[in-house]
Nanobody, 125 residues
Framework: QVQLVESGGGLVQAGDSLRLSCATS????????MGWFRQAPGKEREFVAA????????YYADSVKGRFTISRDNAKNTGYLQMNSLKPEDTAVYYC??????????????????WGQGTQVTVSS
């Protein structure tokens, strides 16, 4: 198993930046692909970004493409989500997730086996 803990959320203004971190423990981080998802009040959890276990391949939701960057440091067992040019519609609880690398990189929640508790991001206009 792997445990995930998100950090870095907060309250910012539109146009600001935040960097979320996902610290992992347990099994070797490089065994897993990593994804970020978010869930706004009254909405379903949605895909934000994902990265392969090597860090080479990245995928983004259209709504964040060009503004968010996903990355990982396997030596530090940590993943990141750099969020720039934040908008009020980015307000949500953000979750990191880990999935078996043998299954490939998924853009859907069922493709991930382990989840963090989430970190709140609030963007004011």
């Amino acid at each position: 198993q792997v445990q995930l803990v998100e950090s870095g959320g907060g309250l910012v203004q539109a146009g600001d930046s935040l960097r979320l971190s996902c610290a992992t423990s347990g099994r070797t981080f490089s065994r897993y692909t990593m994804g970020w998802f978010r869930q706004a009040p009254g909405k379903e959890r949605e895909f934000v970004a994902a990265v392969s276990w090597t860090g080479v391949w990245t995928y983004y939701a259209d709504s964040v493409k060009g503004r968010f960057t996903i990355s990982r440091d396997n030596a530090k067992n940590t993943g990141y989500l750099q969020m720039n040019s934040l908008k009020p519609e980015d307000t949500a609880v953000y979750y990191c997730a880990a999935g078996s690398r043998s299954a490939g990189v998924s853009r859907s929640a069922p493709g991930y086996d382990y989840w963090g508790q989430g970190t709140q991001v609030t963007v004011s206009s």
